[in-house]
């Protein structure tokens, strides 16, 4: 179902010089050639699982997939990531871009701001070329295999 998911973040550009699948298969591209485990590869995939069916609050159905499966670090960085890369561009719409600061004393707060500047948000690049999402499949289907 999750792959199904994915699937239908293809051609859905949202305002974006990429579509959102081609983001997300950007960040986990990107996360995987820098040497993330696994675990951090999957989210990186799925972070933005949810962008279709609620933009507003998409993290939460990310980090609502993955909260039984990984870290605290990871399910913080999914489930944050929104406010973490507004940094990037809330300023532009009439937003406050340090909404991350409430945020500040959290242990995970470095952790998912690398991950925005290193993977997300340089993750809209139309000429880069990301492993397909049948590359992810055999990772995302042992993340989700039931635990035996």
């Known amino acids: 179902r999750v792959l199904a998911h994915l699937k239908l973040l293809d051609g859905d550009h949202g305002g974006f010089p990429v579509d959102r699948l081609t983001h997300s298969l950007q960040t986990a591209t990107l996360a995987h050639h820098d040497g993330r485990d696994d675990e951090y590869v999957v989210c990186a995939l799925l972070h933005d699982i949810g962008d279709t069916l609620a933009p507003y609050n998409h993290p939460d159905i990310a980090a609502a997939i993955v909260k039984t499966r990984v870290s605290e670090a990871n399910h913080f960085m999914v489930a944050n990531h929104g406010i973490f890369q507004g940094y990037y561009f809330w300023h532009h719409i009439g937003l406050d871009r340090n909404t991350r600061e409430q945020f500040r004393d959290s242990p995970y707060f470095e952790y998912t701001e690398e991950f ?6 340089t993750a ?4 880069y070329r990301s492993e397909p999402l049948e590359h992810f499949e055999p990772l995302v289907r042992a993340f989700f295999a039931p635990k035996g």
């Open 116 to 121: 925005c500047a290193k993977y997300d948000q």
């Open 124 to 127: 809209f690049d139309p000429d």
